[in-house]
């Protein structure tokens, strides 16, 4: 018998190893205060978890929550610029920028 913690890879197994092995990057990069590139991991994994599980599940909401505390630590360290042109940070960005200003 295999121990609980082995994963069988079916396929939604190795959707998951797969959105899982993205948000691991995500927080190396943004320990490295590298936001662009953690942005970057963070839109995938939040493309991956709304197609798996949808937008309502904790794991995409929580992803959620990282994304734009990437963007709020990027606008805080002067780094907002380097963000990608990607529609939702563009929109997040003023939004997340008028709550730090006014908190």
């Not at 993205?22 to 190396?28: A, D, G, H, L, N």
């Not at 929550?65 to 990437?70: A, L, T």
Request: contains cysteine.
């Amino acid at each position: 018998m295999l121990p609980c913690h082995i994963l069988l890879f079916s396929s939604q197994n190795a959707f998951l190893f797969k959105q899982t092995s993205v948000y691991t990057k995500f927080r190396s990069l943004s320990y490295q205060k590298q936001y662009a590139e953690a942005e970057a991991y963070l839109l995938r994994a939040l493309d991956l978890r709304n197609r798996l599980l949808g937008q309502q599940h904790p794991y995409t909401q929580g992803t959620w929550n990282s994304y734009i505390q990437v963007i709020a630590t990027a606008i805080q360290a002067n780094q907002a610029d380097t963000l990608s042109d990607h529609p939702t940070t563009q929109n997040l960005i003023p939004k997340i920028r008028t709550a730090l200003e006014n908190p």
